[in-house]
């Protein structure tokens, strides 16, 4: 499967960015999603995840309550909107595939992940 993130640009602290990751060449409902992000000289972190049915979504303590993630299968999307946004949160952000086969524990492991977006950049300032 290929991933191809967007929707990412600048805004200002507190403000609100939708990320959306658009999904081909396979049936999106066969996998498991989530999104990382990496800030410059960090290593990759996770952020959110939500399994092939849309039935369990999962956050890192940071963006609970501000991110939310979704899916759509028939449009082979996976969404993050991101609101009340601050600095910290800057960061070049990745979806990223996890086949349902494999299983949904450990999501926010990036290395139970075997496909990746190429990123988008979202940059907020103070």
């Known amino acids: 499967v290929q991933l191809q993130a967007s929707g990412g640009g600048l805004v200002q602290t507190g403000g609100s960015l939708s990320l959306s990751c658009v999904a081909s060449?396979?049936?999106?409902?066969?996998?498991?999603m989530g999104w990382f992000r990496q800030a410059p000289g960090t290593e990759r972190k996770f952020v959110a995840a939500?399994?092939?049915?849309?039935?369990?979504?999962y956050y890192t303590d940071s963006v609970r309550g501000r991110f939310t993630i979704s899916r759509d299968n028939a449009k082979s999307t996976l969404y993050l909107q991101m609101n009340f946004l601050t600095p910290e949160d800057t960061a070049v952000y990745y979806c990223?595939?996890?086949?349902?086969?494999?299983?949904?524990?450990?999501?926010?492991?990036?290395?139970?992940?075997?496909?990746w977006g190429q990123g988008t950049l979202v940059t907020v300032s103070s």
């Open positions: 939500i399994n092939w049915a849309a039935t369990n979504t």
């Open positions: 060449g396979r049936t999106f409902s066969l996998y498991n």
């Open positions: 990223a595939a996890r086949e349902k086969r494999r299983g949904y524990s450990d999501a926010d492991l990036a290395d139970r992940y075997q496909y």
